[in-house]
Structure formats: C-alpha cells, structure tokens
C-alpha cells in the first residue's frame, strides 16, 4: 500500500531535550515537506526536500533541521524543543513529473507537546 | 495581507444544498492550484486541483479567476460525509517547491 508513515503519532516532551520524528514513504517520491498545522493559521511549510541531499526552507525554519540522506526517508529534528513548536505536524511527499500538478501526499500526523 | 485567504467559516447547510467556497491569494505569479480536504484531526487529501479552465468531478467544480486573483469550490448536492474542513493550497515561485496553505473552511452539511 502506497503511503506516507511518521512516528511517533504524539508525543510529549519538555523544553529542551531533543527530539527526532521520522517521516516515511514508499512511493519513490523525489520531493518530500514538512509541515506545522497550527488553529487559525493553517499548514505552514518548514523544510522541504526536492531530492537526496538537497534540502531549502520553508516559511516557519527555526529551531528546526532536517536531513535527506535516503530518498524515502526524511526526519525532522528539534534539536531544543520550546513550548511554541507544540504543534501537529504532518510529513507530506509527491513526485515532481514535469508540467503536472502533483499531488501531495500526507503522513497521518505527529502530534507533538513541549512542556 | 495573507498570503492565501479563505472565509474561516464554519458553513453550516442542510443536505442537498449547494455551497460555494472562496479563496483569495496574493502573489500574482502562482501557478498551481488545489483543494484538499481535511477531516478532524487527520491528514489532507488531495480534493482536485484547479485548472485555467475550470474542472469539475461529480458534484464539485473548481474555478479560478487569475485576474482577481481567486479560487472557488462549488459543491452540489451537499451529503452528511462532505463534512470536513476544505484547504485552499497554492503554489507561488519557486514552482513545485514552495505550498502555501489557506487556514481553511470548515462545511458541516446537516441531516
């Protein structure tokens, strides 16, 4: 089955202790997103990744970091979590056919707390 | 401004009604549009995307006016499982790279 995997799907954690979410896909998808959903304000890109080893910002970067080293997978790091990254976040990939619009596909979701 | 705007809502419409959703988004060079679909507390789901020419499936039809720069969803024969939140997403330059998501309509269609 076709699909976007992240782990873990909640988590509580407190301020400062790093943290590593993980974001799957079976898909062989080159591009693959991170991204914050937050109420009244929608998903927000963080990183997005158009291949291997390539990585650029999104609109929401800090305090975070990503890595690329395999084409399926791409984690997401909190290297010192703070209260203001308690957020659900979603993990989204797609292929990038040329002249098509290309859909997004989503993982199911981390929902993360920092105390 | 926001980048992408969208009538919060919620909507709330009897079955078998129709409704119709806008959304508006600021930078004039974008170039892909889509509507996806979210349910409480899960992930988006690609909806349709909208074309210059306007496209329809089934009971929705999207359309896009590039001149006012505005999106719409038109939604027939509304059933109780179109209840969900619909996100307006669009894509400005640097193109298939850069998403950028409206906060949302929330639709409750009601028996």
């Known amino acids: 089955e076709a699909q976007v995997t992240q782990n873990p799907r909640y988590l509580i954690t407190v301020t400062g202790k790093k943290l590593t979410v993980t974001c799957s896909q079976n898909?062989?998808?080159?591009?693959m997103s991170w991204y914050r959903q937050d109420p009244g304000l929608g998903l927000r890109q963080i990183y997005y990744s158009m291949n291997v080893e390539v990585t650029d910002k999104g609109d929401v970067p800090e305090g975070y970091k990503v890595s690329r080293k395999e084409k399926r997978n791409f984690p997401l790091i909190l290297e010192s979590p703070s209260p203001n990254q308690t957020s659900l976040y979603f993990c989204?990939?797609?292929?990038?056919?040329?002249?098509?619009?290309?859909?997004?596909?989503f993982g199911p979701g981390t929902r993360l707390t920092v105390l | 401004r926001k980048e992408v705007e969208q009538d919060p809502g919620p909507f709330n419409v009897p079955e078998g009604a129709t409704v119709a959703f806008n959304c508006t988004y600021s930078?004039?060079?974008?170039?892909?549009f889509f509507w996806y679909r979210q349910d409480c507390r899960k992930e988006p789901k690609l909806l349709m995307s909208?074309?210059?020419s306007g496209n329809e499936d089934g009971r929705f039809t999207a359309q896009l006016n590039r001149a006012s720069q505005y999106i719409s969803l038109l939604i027939r024969d509304s059933k109780l499982s179109d209840s969900a939140t619909y996100l307006c997403v669009v894509n400005p330059p640097p193109y298939g790279q850069n998403f950028v998501f409206g906060p949302g309509t929330r639709l409750s269609v009601l028996p």
């Open positions: 930078n004039s060079a974008s170039q892909s």
């Open positions: 989204a990939s797609s292929s990038l056919r040329q002249g098509a619009y290309n859909e997004q596909f």
């Open positions: 909208v074309y210059s």
């Open positions: 898909m062989n998808h080159e591009y």
